[in-house]
């Protein structure tokens, strides 16, 4: 499935929040496995990360449709997206707030990410149908206090 | 204080999450008061989003400081940001899971958006002291299932 709603929470461990609809095919199946896969996509998979969201998993093989590449994951039963650019495997950490919110609380359990770019164009979802394309970084680490970074 | 971690929850009413570090001078502020208001800046601002972030209200005034207007909110008591292109007024709507992860759960309760531009240069923060500036914007609605917009 496609998300688009998703936060950091804590770094050691590592916490990540998602927001999954329930009537999402995947809300069932991540609720009941405990363990998901989180996969970083860029801008050359602009077109699947569109397909994939206007389309269900209880109708078609998604890895099958839009040809991506399932590779075992180390820590978890889900498959990550060979083609992605970074995936985080991770286990439920939280789960009170799943039924009311649809929050999951995840925590990173081992995570893959390529060695370039560094910074990879990715797409970030403003509603609407429109999506924000990552722009320039700004390097403004002299600025803070050592304790911040 | 600058924030950087949060994520939309839902539309109606509209959630909104934030993690807020409880070593914050704001954390105890905002638990207790249970009210808020996120101001969203543009890349005009992003001196005053670096140093408001490396200094503390315990210390200084920061609206004195950095030479901002406070506003009267009109449903909340905690100011707006008159310089922000956003103000979010909100109300606490589940504090289950601010001891535990810095997680506060808001209801927007008023929102004010400048009409123009349609897209500001916003910034998101990567960590390390970068941030990443907002890119192009590519609408992508006619690939859309309508139920999905």
Redesign the interface.
Known sequence: MTMG??????FTPA?V?C?IWDGNHSFEMIRRSKECVINVPTTDL?EEV??I??SSGAEIDKFKTFGLTAVRARRVRAPLIKECYANFECRLA?E??IL????F?WKVVKAHVATSPK?P?T??Y?G??????????????????PG??
């Open positions: 709603w998703h936060m950091m929470l804590q916490l929040g927001y602009t569109v397909r969201g206007n939280d009170r707030l009311k919110y649809g929050l609380i910074y164009e797409l970030h403003r609407e149908g429109v999506f924000m394309i990552s722009g320039r970084s700004l390097n403004l680490r002299k600025q803070f206090k911040n970074l």
